[in-house]
């Protein structure tokens, strides 16, 4: 395995538990259950859970790109 091949795999890694974590992390448009039991209002205070939201919208379709290109880039290199 060539250094390259290293460095890539690493990055690779690095950018899918990104995603998962940044997926996972993103609120629903869904109220459900979680207004009955008063899960609606978070300790985050709504001003900090918006502005992560708009964070987590914006990078997880960049992340999402470069973790694309990457994974092309290594097919193409151990092609």
Do not use: C, H
């Not at 460095?7 to 629903?28: E, R």
């Not at 708009?54 to 992340?63: A, F, H, R, V, W």
């Not at 973790?67 to 097919?75: C, E, N, Q, R, S």
């Amino acid at each position: 395995m060539s250094p390259i091949e290293l460095t890539l795999g690493i990055i690779l890694v690095v950018f899918a538990v990104f995603l998962v974590v940044a997926v996972l992390l993103q609120s629903s448009n869904e109220q459900g259950i979680g207004v009955i039991a008063g899960a609606g209002s978070s300790f985050l205070g709504k001003d900090r859970s918006n502005r992560l939201d708009k964070l987590l919208n914006k990078l997880t379709p960049i992340i999402a790109g470069a973790f694309a290109v990457i994974v092309l880039v290594m097919y193409l290199i151990v092609a």
